[in-house]
C-alpha cells in the first residue's frame, strides 16, 4: 500500500475541495433492504485525516464475522446535519464568542450540504428550513437563539434526530454543551429524555453524533473584594456530561473537548473537515433479525486508526439502517 497521505484539519483542505464538489456532487447513499452504510473516519499516528486509502485497505466485520465490502466511496460526501448549541444560563456570558465561533461551521459548507441550527436552554428549538445559505443561518444565530436555563441535553439531541429522520444520507447532530444534562421534561411536556435513548435511537436509526464540550475554569476573585470578578470567556463552574463523549463514540462520530472558549471556531472547523474527509463503505446484513448488530471496522495499514459507528439494528423486515 502506497504511504498514506496526511491531510491537516485546515480549513484550506475544505475550500479547496468546493469547487470539484460543486462540478460533480457525490450522490446521496440511500440505504437499500440490503446495505449497511458504515461512514469511516481514518486518522493517522499524529490524529491527521488519512484519505487517499483504497477499498481493499478495509475490513468490516458483523457481530465478529468478516463481511464482503459492496460499496465503497472516497470522494467528498454531502452532509445534512443539525447544529444544537447551549444556550443554559452558564453560557450568558459568553453568547457573542460562541455565536463567531459557530459561524466557522457554516462558512465550510459545501455545495450539497444541507443544515439547521438550534439551541437548547429554557426550549428547544431548531430553525424550520434546511439550508446552507450563511446569511440565513448567521441570521437564526444572532436572532431567534436565546440564552438562560437549564441544560435539556439529550432531549436536545433527541429533537436533532427528529429534525433529521425523515431524510435519507448521512445524517448528523453536531452538539455544543458546557455542562451536564439537566433537563425536566422537554419532550412534548412529558419526561425528560436520557442517555440511553438517544444512544439507542443513533443506532437504531444510524445517526452520526459529534460533540463539543467545554471544560469550566473557575472565576479568580474580585480584587475589590465585591465577589468574582467577569471574566470575557467563563466556562461556567460546570464541566461538559461525560455522556456526550461516549454518544459520539458509539455511533461514529467525534468528540472534542476545550478548556478555553476561544479555541471554538477551530473545533467547528475541524468538524466539517473531517466529516467532508470520511469514507463511506456498505455491506449486506447476513441476517435480517431484529437484532443489535456490533459491527468493526479494520484498516491494513500501520498506525492507522479508524473511527465509524459500531452497531446498527438489522430490522426483521429486512431494510437495515
Known amino acids: ?35 449497511v452504510p458504515v461512514y469511516v473516519t481514518v486518522t493517522g499516528a499524529d490524529g491527521q485525516l488519512v484519505t487517499n486509502l483504497v477499498k481493499d485497505d478495509f475490513e468490516i466485520f458483523d457481530n465478529g464475522r468478516p463481511q464482503p465490502i459492496t460499496v465503497f466511496e472516497s470522494s467528498i460526501q454531502p452532509i445534512r446535519i443539525v447544529i444544537m448549541l447551549d444556550m443554559s444560563g452558564s453560557m450568558t456570558g459568553n453568547l457573542p464568542l460562541l455565536r463567531s465561533a459557530a459561524v466557522q461551521m457554516f462558512t465550510h459548507l459545501l455545495p450539497g450540504d444541507l443544515a439547521r441550527v438550534g439551541s437548547f436552554g429554557d426550549r428547544i428549538t431548531v430553525s ?36 433529521l429522520a425523515p431524510h435519507e444520507g448521512r445524517r448528523v447532530v453536531l452538539v455544543l454543551s458546557d455542562g451536564k444534562d439537566s433537563a425536566g421534561g422537554f419532550r412534548g411536556g412529558g419526561s425528560a429524555v436520557t442517555l440511553d435513548e438517544v444512544s439507542t435511537r443513533a443506532q437504531a436509526e444510524g445517526f452520526m453524533v459529534y460533540g463539543i464540550g467545554l471544560a469550566s475554569r473557575a472565576m479568580p476573585p474580585d480584587p475589590a473584594g465585591r465577589g468574582r470578578a467577569p471574566q470575557p470567556n467563563y466556562l461556567g463552574d460546570t464541566e461538559p456530561d461525560p455522556g ?30 473531517e466529516l467532508h474527509r470520511q469514507y463511506l463503505i456498505g455491506f449486506s446484513p447476513p441476517n435480517n433479525d431484529g437484532a443489535v448488530h456490533r459491527i468493526d471496522v479494520r484498516v491494513r495499514g500501520p498506525q492507522l486508526t479508524p473511527r465509524a459507528r459500531r452497531s446498527y439494528v438489522a430490522q426483521s423486515g429486512g431494510e437495515a439502517r
Do not use: C
Request: hydrophobic share 50%.
Open 1 to 35: 500500500m502506497a504511504a498514506p497521505r496526511i491531510v491537516a484539519f485546515v480549513a484550506g483542505a475544505v475550500l479547496a475541495g468546493a469547487a470539484a464538489v460543486g462540478a460533480q456532487q457525490a450522490p446521496v447513499f440511500r440505504a437499500g433492504a440490503h446495505t
Open 128 to 163: 424550520q428550513a434546511w439550508t446552507r445559505d450563511e446569511n440565513d443561518l448567521i441570521r437564526t444565530l444572532y436572532l431567534d437563539l436565546k440564552a438562560g436555563g437549564p441544560t435539556p441535553l439529550w432531549g436536545a439531541v433527541n429533537v436533532a434526530m427528529t429534525a
Open 244 to 273: 456526550l463523549r461516549r454518544l459520539a463514540s458509539e455511533s461514529g462520530g467525534g468528540y472534542v473537548e476545550l478548556k478555553d472558549a476561544e479555541h471554538l471556531g477551530p473545533a467547528f472547523a475541524r468538524v466539517a473537515e
